[in-house]
C-alpha cells in the first residue's frame, strides 16, 4: 500500500481482556514507532523500532504494554489485562531509515480503542 | 526535560484572515522541529520541518513556520486562510540522541469562519 495502515480502526473491549493492534509500514521503512493519543492531548510516544528490535521502549506506561516486529515490517502492539485508562486512540508511524532524527514520520490513521 | 507548549488550544479566524499557531520548546540541546496537521478521521501529516539552515521554512499548503531560537519558539504562519484550512495542527519536536521519537504539544485546534 502508500501508505501506513493499522488495524483494526476501532476495537472495543472489556476490562481485563487482551488486545492486539496491528501496524503495516511503509514498505522499505525500517524505522516504526508507536504513540497514544488520548482525547484533546497530542500524540505521546510509546516505542521505537529499528529493524525488528525495540531500540527505545521508554514510553511504555507499564508491562501490560508489550510490542514486537518479528521480521522489520509489520508491527503489533500487545496490551494485557486492559483497563479503562488504557482508552485512547494508538497510532503508529514509520520512517525511512533508522534513527532518522531528521526523517518524516509517515503516521497510519491510528486504531481507537475503548475499553468498558 | 524536554517539552512543547502550544499555546492556545482553540484558534479561530476569519477566511482570509491571517493564521498563527503559537509553539514554544524547552530543551537543553538543538532541537529539530516540526508542524503535523490532522483533518477528520485522517491521520497526522506533515506540514513542514526545520532540521539546519535557514531558520524560515516553508511547508505544503501555504504555511511557513520560523526558527527563533532567543525566543525558543517555532510559531506556525499562513497569511490567508482557507476554510480547508481547519483542522487540528501539533508541534512537535525530536533532539539528537533521543532515537527520533516526536515530543508533541497537546494541539490547537483551528476554527475558519466564513
Known amino acids: 500500500g502508500a501508505g501506513v495502515s493499522q488495524t483494526p480502526s476501532n476495537k472495543v473491549t472489556e476490562k481485563g481482556k487482551y488486545v492486539e493492534l496491528r501496524c503495516d509500514p511503509i514498505s522499505g521503512h525500517t524505522a516504526l514507532y508507536w504513540y497514544r493519543q488520548s482525547l484533546g492531548q497530542g500524540p505521546e510516544f510509546l516505542i521505537y523500532f529499528q529493524g525488528t528490535g525495540a531500540a527505545d521502549d521508554s514510553g511504555l506506561p507499564n508491562d501490560r504494554f508489550f510490542a514486537v516486529r518479528p521480521e522489520g515490517s509489520v508491527s503489533t502492539l500487545k496490551i494485557q489485562r486492559t483497563e479503562r485508562g488504557d482508552s485512547a486512540v494508538y497510532l503508529c508511524?514509520?520512517?525511512?531509515?533508522?534513527?532518522?532524527?531528521?526523517?518524516?514520520?509517515?503516521f497510519g490513521p491510528g486504531t481507537r480503542l475503548t475499553v468498558l | 526535560a524536554q517539552s512543547v507548549t502550544q499555546l492556545g488550544s482553540h484558534v479561530s479566524v476569519s477566511e482570509g484572515a491571517l493564521v498563527l499557531l503559537r509553539c514554544n520548546y524547552s530543551s537543553s540541546v538543538p532541537p529539530y522541529l516540526f508542524w503535523y496537521v490532522q483533518y477528520p478521521n485522517q491521520g497526522l501529516q506533515l506540514l513542514l520541518k526545520y532540521t539546519t539552515g535557514a531558520t524560515l521554512v516553508k511547508g505544503i499548503n501555504g504555511f511557513e513556520a520560523e526558527f527563533k531560537k532567543s525566543e525558543t519558539s517555532f510559531h506556525l504562519t499562513k497569511p490567508s486562510a482557507h476554510m480547508s484550512d481547519a483542522a487540528e495542527y501539533f508541534c512537535a519536536v525530536s533532539f539528537s540522541g533521543n532515537t527520533g521519537k516526536l515530543i508533541f504539544g497537546q494541539g490547537t485546534t483551528l476554527q475558519v469562519k466564513p
Open positions: 508511524a514509520s520512517s525511512l531509515t533508522p534513527s532518522g532524527l531528521t526523517d518524516t514520520q509517515y
